[in-house]
């Protein structure tokens, strides 16, 4: 039974997986109530599944990039579980939870999250195996940035505001998901983290970190 949470932003996200469904799932914008909100979700999330956390055998946690807040109220809380349970814990890059979502195809793919002073957390992806693989790149752009960056037919994923999917949508080379489909999903955060799980690759949980925005830099995975 595996237990997968997200605050990577202000879209919370919990999920319960017991590798052959998703038992439940839940999704809401927290606006910077994470610490009330966070614990009290687990909570409701394992009895609506008629579990507790004794009933859990591995835990997942999204790692960034994101806020420096919402990363760090998520991994505390998934170490404490961890640490009174004793139970492995898997971090599992944000990016790749959006990228997740979409279909495998021949275009590159772009997972894009919003992060602030009106620049993007921008991650690179083709398909290999059929399924997305994250390229070694990782940056911190400007919409015109990432406009310029856009050299041949690319897919484009993510917490996307009106505005900024306008202005994408004037390139022939984009090629936007539907917002229902772009947003993050905690259900395949569990889905990435079970399939390792199944494979022994397990986290240092004295060693994870999350990783935050840097703005300007390309950022650290």
């Excluded at 420096?68 to 492995?88: D, E, N």
């Excluded at 997305?132 to 940035?145: G, Y």
Aim: proline share 5%; with cysteine; aromatic share 6%.
């Amino acid at each position: 039974m595996l237990l997968g949470i997200d605050t990577s932003t202000q879209a919370v996200g919990i999920a319960i997986f017991d590798g052959s469904q998703v038992l439940c799932e839940e999704s809401w914008i927290s606006r910077r109530f994470h610490t009330v909100e966070l614990a009290k979700g687990v909570q409701e999330n394992l009895s609506r599944s008629g579990l507790s956390a004794r009933d859990l055998d591995v835990l997942a946690i999204a790692i960034g990039p994101g806020s420096f807040t919402g990363l760090r109220i998520g991994l505390a809380l998934v170490k404490g579980i961890a640490y009174t349970h004793q139970l492995p814990v898997i971090g599992v890059p944000t990016l790749d939870i959006t990228a997740r979502a979409v279909p495998p195809a021949d275009q590159r793919l772009a997972a894009v999250l919003q992060a602030g002073r009106k620049r993007l957390a921008v991650g690179w992806y083709q398909t290999k195996n059929g399924a997305w693989q994250a390229e070694d790149l990782l940056e911190n752009l400007t919409l015109e940035e990432l406009i310029d960056r856009i050299a041949q037919p690319t897919i484009i994923t993510g917490e996307l505001s009106r505005d900024i999917r306008a202005k994408l949508t004037d390139n022939q080379l984009v090629s936007l998901v539907k917002p229902t489909m772009a947003m993050r999903s905690p259900k395949y955060l569990a889905e990435l983290a079970w399939e390792r799980w199944q494979k022994g690759d397990v986290d240092d949980v004295l060693q994870l970190k999350p990783y935050y925005l840097h703005k300007g830099d390309p950022i650290p995975g």
